[in-house]
């Protein structure tokens, strides 16, 4: 059976880096699913929920904001923040989120704004991906 060649790097470090059989992202449009053989793409990955399927088992990340580059036999992240759901502190990740929206009461310039609501972004998607992998 044909696999995919999964690469997800931040600016700190190579995340991840594995032959898998199917990987679902979080897209601008919404989640795509991408197997071998899919037609090359460039896009933009929003903070969400990285599914990852390899020998029958899946794996869940959560990931910011970034790019992500198909081909026919390999999927490329780049994402400003990725973490693997058992390396998730959701304590840290649930004050993260109070923080966050805090902040987004006070007045603040657009470019603190948007560096609030990513770090909410962030937190949220840890959040969903830790919660989500109890189940």
């Not at 929920?49 to 390899?54: H, I, L, N, P, S």
């Given at each position: 059976?044909?696999?995919?060649k999964l ?31 899919h037609?090359?793409?460039m ?5 969400g ?6 020998g029958g ?6 990931v ?7 081909t026919?036999d ?14 998730i502190d959701?304590?840290?990740?649930e ?10 009461q006070?007045k ?28």
């Open positions: 059976m044909a696999t995919l690469e997800i790097v931040t600016p700190e470090a190579k995340i991840y880096s594995e032959d898998v059989d199917m990987v679902t992202l979080p897209g601008v449009e919404g989640e795509m699913g991408i197997y071998p053989m037609v090359p793409l896009t933009q990955v929003v903070a929920e990285v599914a990852v399927r390899k088992q899946d794996s869940l990340l959560a910011g904001d970034g790019f992500v580059q198909i026919g390999r999927v490329a992240i780049l994402t400003d923040m990725a973490i693997k759901a058992d390396d959701e304590a840290k990740a004050e993260a989120r109070k923080r966050a929206e805090a902040r987004l006070e603040l310039s657009d470019e603190e704004t948007a560096s609030v609501q990513a770090a909410l972004a962030h937190s949220l998607a840890q959040l969903h991906v830790k919660r989500r992998n109890r189940r």
